[in-house]
Nanobody
Framework: QVRLVESGGGLVQPGGSLRLSCAAS????????MGWYRQAPAKQRELVAT??????NYADSVKGRFTISSDNAKNTVYLQMNSLKPEDTAVYYC?????????WGQGTLVTVSS
């Protein structure tokens, strides 16, 4: 069984930075895809960024501001978020796709407000 645990959310002022972490445990294999999604109030969940062995992918709204990275030795994925805007306020979810398995974390709230 695979489990994802996010951390690092919180309240930050516009223009500030946060780093989210997602620690995966269980049967983790190489060749998987991990990513971050977010869901703002009254909106659908949307892709933020993904990372695979082939590279990274970002939503247009976060390109140049957010960076996804991974530490394979720790089975951990990070999302460095810079130049945060109020519209980045959302619950951020970690996601893992591995063969036919898809796992979600419990989410961590990011609030960007002065």
């Amino acid at each position: 069984q695979v489990r994802l645990v996010e951390s690092g959310g919180g309240l930050v002022q516009p223009g500030g930075s946060l780093r989210l972490s997602c620690a995966a445990s269980g049967s983790i294999f190489s060749g998987n895809a991990m990513g971050w999604y977010r869901q703002a109030p009254a909106k659908q969940r949307e892709l933020v960024a993904t990372i695979t062995s082939g590279g990274t992918n970002y939503a247009d709204s976060v390109k140049g501001r957010f960076t996804i990275s991974s530490d394979n030795a720790k089975n951990t994925v990070y999302l460095q978020m810079n130049s945060l805007k109020p519209e980045d306020t959302a619950v951020y979810y970690c996601n893992l796709k591995q063969s036919s398995l898809e796992v979600w974390g419990q989410g961590t709230l990011v609030t960007v407000s002065s």
